[in-house]
């Protein structure tokens, strides 16, 4: 796939989750990942996370690994294992996906830095699939997530996510 069509696909799926959660600023729908010149708001990078969680529904590790710059560290949450390149984010979603995630926010913390930059930390949990038995289960965790916007894409940058310590 290349950059464009990434871009464009990426602009689409935005502005769909946007407009679906009725997110407007200043009267008007918000405009895909470059979302103008100015800050982001907090809804706007709140649909980041639901970018991504979406992402994980088209069960394709290639389109994950896509959200996150070609330098990200993912610091994984069922993985001891430091991600710190393309293949190696590819590698852990290969795994992750097998087990049909479905992630949802519990608690969440948006820090707007500037123009380019954001933070999202907080708690979530995943409904976990096991593939064999069909079995479900959650995993509670802790997040952040760094973006930054390259090229006119928001991407993320630093994904930490580790399980919750007390279950």
Known sequence: MTRRSLSKRVAIVTTTAV???GTVAAGAAVAGP???AGKPSKNQVAGLFDQWNRTLQTGDPEKVADLYASDAVLLPTVSNQVRADHAAIVDYF?????????GKKIETHINVLDNNSVIDAGTYQFTLTDPETGEKSVVKARYTYAYEKR??????????????PEG
């Open 19 to 21: 407009l679906a959660v």
């Open 151 to 164: 090229g006119g894409e928001w991407l993320i940058v630093n994904h930490h996510s580790s399980k919750m």
């Open 94 to 102: 290969e795994h992750f996906l097998a087990n049909k995630p479905v």
């Open 34 to 36: 470059g979302w103008g």
